[in-house]
């Protein structure tokens, strides 16, 4: 899989220009096969057209004309083969959604910012929603304002960076201009009336003395919830919700962010420079719950007599910062050398709640315990271009990595999951999402050491080739290596093939190993309380959990790239990914079995269970078509692109059934229908992408036509299957610059698409009519201004 990027670097950059003065800060040409890449390659002078991998370049144009205020949303629209669904009611994740590449889970893709590790956040995704089990970056913690260019590897690389790097690399390029920057306020909301969103930001750039530079850059913003909830329809009953109007919500839920940057250099003579960068963001959070009606069991009528809807209130902390200097020493040496420091924090507040197992007089409110995760790296980086007798000198790359990960669950107060002395299997603990226990609670950590070799050559002028390989030493579970090939032949200057083979692996995350709570979940309609147990808990073994282990991955690529034409690009990239041992999270166990299984071990008012493992093997196989084409006239210019992704993704293997799982009358299945679904048929397995953006004189319009495949959720009753349809959307937006000045209005999805209705038994008695998982959300159409300022 080679791609000659440009074209959807340049297929999504030119597509989605809304402020195109503003975008222009890092001066590169986002429409040019020359741009020079640091992504996927230790060769300082490699650009797009040259790579032996495919390589996308998304500019701050396109980032910006997409209309949102979230990093992830802007790339799923200007990326094919990324898919970033907005979950409701999912507990943390609607704090912290994750995104997929090319169907693969969320925490299979690595992050860098300027070329270093991003740390993960400290969510592990756990309910019903795509990346369910994952532990991804959060993209959306890194200001928009900020960002140069995203360079977007769609290939392994684990061989270059390390674990995760098996859907590929998404590299984070900070803007590092010493002057210009510009400011911008932008508002919108839904057509429907609600999730009204204003932001403002902006960035700028300082000369520190003759030999540096400090670029800062700094975005705050609300969003207002949103809600497409309907009133109850189902069977009436005294545990019902009441059918006279709309008690559920769900949507998007409301949210304050803000978040700052800076990149900064300083030269120490003239060879060698000081470098540091960094960003800082808080995330406030405010999401649903599912509607306790007045008669339900878990309600205290005295204190609820309408019944409550509990809310779950996150806040996120995330910090960044990397340190190093790099430089040239000796006959072409080159060296960098950086600490890299990463924090992700996120607590939990359960609010209009209450402990039923504490009867009248429980609280309404509890603070129900934290998550964080910490990351310590140290690199060291050389290069060396070496002759030996080649057309031209091979480029030697070799380096080490120490990294250190800490992983904390903080445990809440006793209110929040003290089991009192209410009615008999009454569930404790706070309602919608029980408080971490203090035997939930803990410190773990481990360290890893890494080394890596890296060749890479033009053989010739028509031929360049690369060779990787990485070992890594884990404290946790042992070491693992991976390897690239990687090659590209021009026949001519219009037609060049390319093509990589590589191993890779991802490492269990900590919070795979060691995350416990219990947290409420509707399954066919009825709610049970769900208990994640970690895979070493007695009770996880008792159900057949494991010691996790490594997932290893094998990717092929092949690809064309295609200038038929002055003008005319084309991409085509044939990809295969299989993964052996890959992690995911168990079905819920569930039943009146499981039930009393729980309760011979002490556990009361938990009526299910589920632990990570290493029991499915799956083959992704797919392709990438990107082309763009710019076409100037008299009155102007358009650059039109299109751009379309299949991917596929087979179970080859589930591991046998542990025995614990049929003993004892339980009768389970580890994974089920439901997993199975949700990792082949969950995500769309086609999107298509159409658009253009017409430039005349000082005016600039732009539209982007997106169908988004159909996708489906398998129930553990094959009757209450659902396949829902594929849907178009369309994005438009207009600019016009006068002077310094930017204005700009747009729409998104402005016919107003929804996805297909849920079936009535998987609704919530008809309260929840979208499923989570629509790959566009279930919002409805949005409309918006921005007003820019820019200055050189």
């Known amino acids: 899989m080679f791609f000659c990027k440009r074209s959807l670097t340049i297929a999504v950059a030119a597509a989605l220009t809304a402020l195109p003065a503003a975008a222009q800060t890092s001066g590169e040409k986002a429409d040019s096969l020359e741009t020079v890449i640091v992504t996927g390659t230790r060769v300082t002078d490699r650009t797009v057209a040259e790579s032996a991998s495919p390589i996308d370049i998304i500019t701050p144009a396109a980032l910006e004309a997409t209309g949102t205020i979230e990093l992830a949303t802007a790339l799923s629209r200007v990326l094919p083969s990324l898919n970033f669904p907005r979950p409701a009611i999912s507990d943390g994740t609607d704090a912290v959604k994750p995104a997929q590449l090319r169907g693969l889970a969320p925490d299979q893709v690595l992050v860098l910012v300027n070329g270093k590790r991003r740390h993960t956040t400290a969510l592990i995704n756990l309910n019903d929603s795509q990346g369910r089990g994952s532990s ?12 140069a260019r995203v360079e977007v590897l769609r290939d392994g690389a684990s061989a270059q ?14 803007k590092g201009s010493g002057s210009g920057g510009g400011i911008a306020a932008r508002y919108g909301q839904y ?6 969103q204003y932001q403002l930001s902006g960035d700028t750039g300082f000369v520190l003395g003759e030999r540096g530079f400090l670029h800062l850059a700094g975005q705050a913003g609300h969003n207002d919830q949103t809600d497409r909830a309907r009133p109850y329809t189902g069977a009436p009953g005294p545990a019902a ?10 949507g998007d839920p409301e949210i304050d962010q803000g978040a700052v940057s800076y990149n900064g250099e300083f030269g120490l003579g003239e060879r ?10 808080n995330r406030d959070v405010l999401s649903n719950g599912f509607f306790r009606p007045a008669g339900d069991p878990r309600n205290i009528p005295q204190i609820y007599p309408n019944g409550f809807l509990p809310n779950i209130h996150n806040v996120a902390k995330d910090r960044s910062l990397v340190a190093g200097v790099r430089g040239t020493a000796g006959s072409d040496w080159s060296y960098d050398l950086s600490y890299n420091y990463g924090y992700n924090k996120l607590s939990f507040d359960i609010e209009n709640t209450l402990n039923r197992s504490l009867g009248p007089t429980s609280p309404q409110a509890f603070y129900a315990g934290s998550l964080e995760v910490t990351q310590n790296v140290a690199n060291l980086d050389v290069t060396k271009p070496l002759d030996i007798g080649l057309a031209y000198p091979v480029t030697f790359a070799f380096g080490a990595e120490r990294r250190e990960e800490k992983f904390n669950q903080g445990p809440g107060e006793l209110g929040s999951y003290v089991d009192g002395d209410g009615p008999v299997n009454t569930p404790p603990g706070a309602q919608v999402f029980p408080g ?40 946790d579970f042992g070491t693992t290596t991976s390897g690239k090939l990687s090659a590209r032949y021009a026949f001519t200057d219009a037609v060049a093939l390319r093509g990589t083979v590589s191993t890779g692996f991802r490492a269990p995350s900590l919070q795979q190993q060691y995350f416990q709570s219990t947290a409420t979940n509707f399954i066919g309609g009825v709610p049970f309380d769900v208990r994640t147990f970690a895979v070493d808990n007695p009770t996880a073994i008792a159900l057949g959990a494991e010691p996790l282990q490594a997932e290893e991955s094998t990717n092929y690529g092949l690809g064309l790239v295609l200038s038929p034409a002055e003008g005319l690009y084309v991409t085509i990239d044939a990809y295969r990914i299989d993964i052996d041992d890959r992690i995911i999270l168990s079905e819920n166990l569930i039943g009146p079995a499981v039930t009393t299984f729980l309760e011979t071990r002490g556990i009361f008012g938990v009526t299910g269970g589920r632990y990570f493992t290493n029991a499915v093997d799956t083959k992704t196989t797919g392709i990438d078509i990107i082309g763009t084409y710019k076409w100037t006239f008299a009155a102007g210019e358009i650059d039109w692109t299109a751009g379309y992704n299949y991917s596929k993704t087979k179970i080859e293997k589930i591991a046998a059934n542990p025995p614990e799982l049929t003993a004892g009358g339980l009768n389970l299945q580890r994974i089920g229908r439901v997993e199975q679904g949700r990792i082949t048929v969950g995500a769309p397995r086609d999107k298509v992408l159409l658009g253009g953006v017409w430039k005349s004189g000082d005016w600039s319009f732009s539209a982007m036509a997106t169908r988004y495949g159909e996708f489906s959720a398998l129930n553990a009753s094959p009757a209450l299957d659902q396949t829902f349809g594929a849907k178009w959307t369309i994005d438009v937006s207009a600019s016009y610059q006068l002077g310094q000045w930017n204005f700009a209005l747009g729409g998104d999805n402005i016919f107003d698409a929804y996805p297909d209705e849920y079936l009535f038994a998987t609704s919530n008695g008809g309260q929840l009519p979208y499923p989570r998982n629509a790959p566009f959300g279930f919002n409805g159409a949005f409309v918006y201004g921005k007003v820019g300022y820019t200055w050189e």
Not at 136 to 147: E, G, K, M, T
Not at 191 to 196: E, I, L, N, Q, V
């Open 191 to 196: 057509t429907a009336g609600d999730g009204d």
């Open 161 to 174: 960076y390390g674990s995760d790097a098996i859907a590929g690399v998404v590299n984070i390029v900070l």
């Open 241 to 250: 919700p009441p059918y006279d109007k709309v008690v559920q919500r769900y």
């Open 436 to 475: 971490f226990k203090p035997e939930d609670a803990g410190h773990r950590e481990r360290n890893s050491n890494s080394l890596y070799a890296d060749f890479e050559a033009d053989l010739t002028d028509r031929f360049s080739a690369g060779i990787a390989g990485r070992y890594e030493d884990y404290s």
């Open 272 to 281: 060698a420079a000081l470098y540091s960068f960094g960003a800082a963001s």
């Open 136 to 147: 991804p970056v959060d993209l959306n913690a890194i200001p928009i304002a900020s960002i």
